[in-house]
């Protein structure tokens, strides 16, 4: 069994030493996971534009920290934002053609290392993983979400 005193340091941390910087992609892995997550969310939440402070709940950032990354974004033509009322709290933001082609052209990029990488491992070894993976995961999410609630 691995050592408890390591594990979670090591868990975490093995994953974040793949940068997408490394890999030929046309913006900042920020910006990347940022347009992935508009597109998640205008995808299977069923909405055509989501709100800049659910985007923030969902990358776990604030909302300040999401705007800036916005504006960044808006300037390169690849999100458009909008408010519905004078109410700043309540701007949605979408991606424009430019920026779906981008995510799109993003996501080919990483497929295509990701499945060169994996096809050196046998099938039943990838599902044993992820159902693995999957339990770890969910431990870790009750764990996380736990906190919020003490």
């Given at each position: ?7 979670p340091?090591?868990?975490i ?5 793949f ?23 205008n995808?299977?939440?069923g ?5 800049i402070?659910?985007l ?28 519905q009322?004078?109410?700043r ?12 082609a981008?995510?799109e052209?993003s ?9 060169r ?6 099938g ?21 979400n ?5």
């Open positions: 069994m691995a050592d408890v005193n390591v594990f340091f090591e868990l941390n093995k994953f974040h030493r940068k997408l910087s490394a890999l030929p992609m046309p913006l900042p892995e920020s910006e990347l996971i940022t347009l992935y997550t508009i597109r998640d969310a995808q299977y939440d909405v055509e534009n989501t709100l402070s659910g923030a709940e969902k990358l776990h950032v604030s909302v300040p920290t999401i705007s800036r990354c916005l504006s960044r974004l808006e300037e390169k033509g690849l999100v458009q934002k909008s408010s009322t004078n109410d709290r309540n701007t949605y933001v979408c991606l424009t053609e430019k920026g779906l981008i995510y052209e996501f080919r990029t990483l497929s295509s290392f990701v499945e990488a994996l096809s050196r491992i046998d039943e070894e990838l599902n044993q993983f992820f159902a693995t993976f999957d339990k770890i995961y969910d431990a870790l999410a009750q764990e996380y736990a906190l919020g609630k003490k």
